[in-house]
């Protein structure tokens, strides 16, 4: 076994898809709920998020996702829903808010601006932590946070186009501007301790602020501790032992498991590499991993938020940190071509999308071995 070799390590996913019937309009998923395991309701209701186990290898997680959005769209065949692998829902369309304790602190929290969060739907990537190297792990993770660009896909927010990444801008710098060290990425840690004492503070500033607003002290508590309060895009989570990266927009599931199986592979190369971090430029070669100075990862990810991956910046980095740029086609760039799209062509685009997703399924290898 080589110096650089490595042992694989466990990663799970989790997506949140629209739901809209047949004729492209936002549902509730109704029967859709529970049809697998790992197939739940989001916070708000036209959304459906499908959960997978840990699993060892590409091969399983692959085979697992397919298998429960398979028993999905079965499902939803019957009742006349499609699941839409947009990050936003484009247009004006209401989004409602389901009926929770938590979701109405978080209002209370945010304020109005937490209507933004309402229009997002994401990808979560959990890598299994690897004993001494989570800290290694995470500040890697952050660094390949612009990586979120090979998946935008939805550039519009109200039919009015809003950047390449529209929902990370949403998340970011909209519905979190007045609570940057809330939802917006956080810098390299260096050690467990000093993360531990950056999510207290974060509780500490989150408590302060529900009080504030009247909201009674065990409710608070009831709903959330120093882990669950923070929205930062990259954490460290004891409570599943994995680094999560939460950055990616909801996308078809074959691109959503590409980027999975990326980085998760750059993390399992920490084994046998020294971490530095230094410069501007960032590299992954067969000896180090290089991570930019944290200012610099801002920079990148400012464009990969704003431009996608017509930034020329944001692919030569991304390539620098060993990630295939060729191998994504964002679906934004190729429907971000109007400044303003209406209802009838954002539920057109819906139903395009939906029929994508099924296609991707019935494609996917585990149904043509079948």
């Known amino acids: 076994m080589s110096a650089n070799a490595f042992t694989?390590?466990?990663?799970?996913?989790?997506?949140?898809?629209?739901?809209?019937?047949?004729?492209?309009?936002?549902?509730?998923?109704?029967?859709?709920?529970?049809?697998?395991?790992?197939?739940?309701?989001?916070?708000?209701?036209?959304?459906?998020?499908?959960?997978?186990?840990?699993?060892e290898t590409t091969a399983e997680l692959r085979a697992e996702l397919y298998d429960r959005l398979r028993a999905v769209l079965d499902?939803?065949?019957?009742?006349?829903?499609?699941?839409?692998?947009?990050?936003?829902?484009?247009?004006?369309?209401?989004?409602?808010?389901?009926?929770?304790?938590?979701?109405?602190?978080?209002?209370?929290?945010?304020?109005?601006?937490?209507?933004?969060?309402?229009?997002?739907?994401?990808?979560?990537?959990?890598?299994?932590?690897?004993?001494g190297r989570a800290i290694d792990q995470l500040n890697t993770l952050i660094a390949l946070d612009p990586a979120l660009a090979l998946v935008n896909s939805s550039p519009y927010f109200r039919g009015r186009y809003l950047a390449a990444g529209a929902r990370s801008k949403l998340y970011r710098w909209m519905a979190y501007d007045d609570l940057p060290h809330q939802g917006r990425l956080w810098p390299y840690v260096d050690d467990r301790e000093e993360w531990d004492r950056r999510l207290e503070r974060r509780f500490e500033e989150f408590v302060t602020r529900a009080e504030s607003a009247g909201i009674d002290h065990?409710?608070?508590?009831?709903?959330?501790?120093?882990?669950?309060?923070?929205?930062?895009?990259?954490?460290?989570?004891?409570?599943?032992?994995?680094?999560?990266?939460?950055?990616?927009?909801?996308?078809?599931?074959?691109?959503?498991?590409?980027?999975?199986?990326?980085?998760?592979?750059?993390?399992?190369?920490l084994a046998g590499r020294e971490v530095r971090i230094?410069?501007?430029?960032?590299?992954?070669?067969?000896?180090?991993?290089?991570?930019?100075?944290?200012?610099?990862?801002?920079?990148?990810?400012?464009?990969?938020?704003?431009d996608g991956l017509s930034a020329a910046s944001v692919r030569s980095y991304l390539d620098r940190m060993g990630l295939d740029v060729a191998a994504y086609d964002p679906p934004t760039h190729d429907i971000g071509d109007q400044n303003v799209l209406d209802g009838a062509g954002a539920r057109r685009l819906r139903l395009a999308y939906a029929d994508r997703l099924a296609d991707d399924i019935r494609q996917s290898p585990s149904v043509r071995a079948e």
Not at 97 to 125: K, M, W
Request: aromatic residues 6%; hydrophobic residues 40%; negative net charge.
């Open 218 to 269: 065990r409710a608070i508590h009831a709903h959330f501790d120093p882990e669950s309060a923070v929205w930062t895009p990259v954490q460290l989570r004891e409570a599943f032992g994995t680094v999560e990266w939460r950055s990616p927009d909801t996308a078809l599931p074959s691109q959503v498991l590409q980027l999975a199986d990326d980085v998760a592979g750059a993390v399992e190369t």
């Open 75 to 131: 499902r939803a065949e019957d009742c006349g829903r499609r699941l839409v692998p947009l990050s936003t829902p484009i247009d004006t369309e209401a989004v409602a808010e389901l009926d929770s304790e938590r979701t109405a602190i978080q209002n209370d929290v945010v304020g109005p601006a937490f209507q933004y969060v309402r229009h997002c739907a994401g990808t979560h990537i959990h890598v299994e932590q690897q004993d």
């Open 278 to 306: 230094e410069g501007s430029t960032g590299e992954i070669t067969d000896d180090t991993v290089v991570l930019p100075e944290f200012d610099s990862v801002v920079g990148y990810l400012n464009a990969a938020i704003r």
């Open 8 to 55: 694989p390590l466990r990663r799970s996913i989790e997506v949140e898809y629209w739901v809209v019937d047949d004729d492209g309009r936002l549902v509730e998923p109704g029967p859709l709920v529970g049809a697998s395991p790992g197939v739940e309701r989001e916070f708000v209701e036209p959304m459906l998020e499908v959960k997978t186990t840990p699993c």
